[in-house]
């Protein structure tokens, strides 16, 4: 990977860290979501219409099936990774989300392409376990009273981490393949989800006004932060194998479990770095295999 294409990944990184810490204070849900997407309409409209002119004219069918399919992968892994962090701490959840992707592809490799387990494979399928056994509290954890919550963390990790899977299979296409500009992958992914999360907002509006009166701030901060990070991940696999680059901004986990168990007040800090360490260099190790 070249040195610029590592130094997007590492800023997209800290970004992706940053505004999931403020996302789980939030507490948010499909209103905060719609919120953040109305922001993101107007805080890039200018970028997007200026990506748009020359190109979107001639997209075909496919074109927009790949920005749809984007949206509401983008859109589903949102609203579940909210979910989580009401049912669980970041540090449970994020580790969990971000390393269970590169788990499934392993998985799925063997089972449906029959492809050698080697060495890097399984250590790094093992140190991705080991790793989510000690961000979990380690094995202790799941007998004690909060056993219930981390519970939940995990199995919304989970959950999430499928769908990031599925995500990055979309977009890697999208930019790599079809030829559609980043900003604008991302920019009609938000375009998209409005007709999705506005009638749930006109039926209840009083707890629409409420998401705004209450997280304004919040959503603003997000709707300009995670659409530059993630934006600068697909410009990075422009530049590098996207086999590369999406381990290497998993690095994006232990900034969230050094910052986020100090910031948010989570238990088991150590503990939680050390597994979150071990599921970034379990992505790394398969990412090698």
């Known amino acids: 990977m070249s040195p610029l294409a590592l130094s ?42 200026w990506a748009a002119w020359p190109s979107v004219g001639s997209w075909t069918a496919r074109t927009w099936g790949l920005v749809l399919g984007s949206g509401l992968a983008h859109l589903a892994y949102f609203l579940v990774l909210l979910k989580g962090y009401r049912a669980a701490d970041l540090t449970v959840v994020y580790p969990v989300a971000r390393g269970t992707g590169p788990i499934v592809t392993c998985v799925g490799a063997v ?5 050698p ?6 250590a790094g399928a093992g140190a991705i376990a080991v790793g989510v056994v000690l961000v ?15 519970r939940a963390g995990v199995a919304w990790g989970l ?18 393949v079809a030829g559609i500009e980043p900003i604008l992958l991302d920019y009609f992914g938000n375009v998209l989800r409005l007709p999705f999360l506005l009638p749930a907002a006109l039926v ?16 603003l ?15 990075a696999a422009r530049l ?7 381990p290497a901004r998993e690095v994006s986990m232990l900034f969230a479990a050094l910052f986020g168990g100090t910031l948010l007040g989570e238990r088991d800090r150590g503990l939680r770095l050390v597994g979150a360490a071990c599921v970034t260099c379990g992505v790394i190790l398969l990412a090698s295999a």
């Open 8 to 49: 997007l990944v590492l800023v997209a990184a800290a970004l992706h860290a940053t505004w999931n810490i403020v996302a789980k204070r939030t507490g948010g849900g499909a209103h905060f979501v719609l919120l953040g997407a109305i922001f993101v309409l107007v805080l890039y409209a200018p970028a997007g219409a």
């Open 221 to 235: 901060f997000i709707a300009l932060v995670s659409p530059l990070g993630y934006v600068l991940v697909l410009y």
């Open 204 to 219: 209840d509006r009083a707890g629409f006004r409420a998401t705004v009166r209450d997280h304004w701030r919040a959503a």
């Open 111 to 115: 089972i449906v392409l029959a492809e």
């Open 117 to 122: 387990l080697g060495a890097r494979t399984v």
């Open 159 to 176: 959950a999430t981490g499928l769908l990031i899977s599925v995500y990055t299979v979309i977009d890697g296409y999208a930019v790599k």
């Open 136 to 150: 979990s509290g380690g094995l202790r954890s799941f007998g004690t009273a909060d056993g219930a919550r981390v």
């Open 240 to 246: 590098a194998p996207l086999s590369h680059v999406a």
